[in-house]
């Protein structure tokens, strides 16, 4: 039979010392599930399921870290997570496990009731949303990631077919940093605005039809999707900086086309201000002489 002993004669293992000085930047626990809540700008809220993973920096002098305290922080606040508490939650937990920084990442499918473009008939379409969160001492960055299914038409196949063009399901990747609210649906919009054609859960013959002519009138390269939606990031003060990825999955080939775009505004803009003092700097010293 088992013996039950109090917690105080039980040893804490992780608690001891570690004599190889070697720092853990990250440690903890990954894809675990659990009920979360995101603002719906149609329906005020979503109810989904996250998958979260929850990291801490480990000192070199300790041996572990307690992997039930992540655990316990899930489950103490609301049997459903909000965005809200998502902030709150990266503050305690590198307070309860005496950590300089933490990482947190919650990844949730994320449904658009949609529209067909001519019938208008209804229908749920998914798009896979990350929220990532991290935290060195007091100060907290968060990311939105998320990924956009569209269509993508080559232009090169249009330009030199007789008939018909290359077309094909592209993931737009879109990972933002945000300076203030803004809503899911917006960054989705943005991505799909600026593709050969957005695409849709249910069509009906007539919505095929306008799809596929709707594409055709709008060939893009994967270079021209990561430099059309850039452009449009640019334009949009909410977001500080981003990184943009187009993927297609070729048709006519076994592999995919890739691109990227990342850029910091804020670098950016410490960049330009140094310009212009070394600027004003040199034409005082050639006034001067």
């Known amino acids: 039979m088992n013996k039950i002993l109090p917690k105080s004669l039980l040893k804490d293992v992780q608690g001891i010392p570690d004599a190889r000085r070697i720092a853990i930047d990250k440690v903890g626990i990954k894809a675990i599930r659990h009920p979360v809540r995101v603002k ?20 070199h002098d300790f041996k572990g870290t307690h992997m039930s305290r992540f ?8 049997r459903e997570i909000s965005v809200a508490s998502f902030r709150q939650m990266l503050t305690e937990m590198t307070e309860r496990l005496d950590a ?38 007091t100060q907290i960055q968060t990311r939105i990631k998320v990924i956009v299914p569209v269509t993508s038409l080559c232009p090169c196949s249009k330009t030199i077919s007789d008939r018909g063009a290359h077309n094909q399901r592209s993931h737009v990747t879109l990972t933002v940093l945000i300076e203030d609210f803004i809503w899911l649906e917006e960054l989705i919009e943005l991505v799909e605005q600026e593709a050969s054609c957005q695409i ?45 990825e187009s993927e297609n ?22 960049g330009e201000q140094a310009i212009l003092a070394r600027a ?9 002489v």
């Open 40 to 59: 719906d700008r149609a329906e005020g809220e979503q109810h989904t399921i996250a998958e979260f993973d929850m990291y801490v920096n480990l000192p």
């Open 71 to 78: 655990v316990e922080i899930l489950n103490q606040h609301d």
């Open 100 to 137: 300089e920084s933490g990482y947190i990442e919650m990844r949730f499918p994320f449904f658009i009731d949609k529209a067909a473009p001519v019938s208008g008939v209804r229908s749920l379409l998914d798009y896979q949303v990350s929220l990532i969160g991290e935290i060195t001492g």
């Open 200 to 244: 849709y859960g249910l069509l009906k013959r007539p919505d095929e039809k306008y799809v596929t002519e709707y594409a055709y009138d709008n060939p893009k390269f994967v270079e021209d999707m990561v430099r059309d939606v850039a452009s449009r990031l640019e334009a949009e003060p909410r977001i500080s900086a981003y990184i943009v």
């Open 249 to 270: 999955f070729e048709s006519i080939h076994n592999h995919s086309a890739y691109a990227l775009i990342e850029r910091d505004k804020r670098q950016r803009g410490f």
């Open 280 to 288: 004003e700097r040199l034409a005082t010293e050639a006034a001067e």
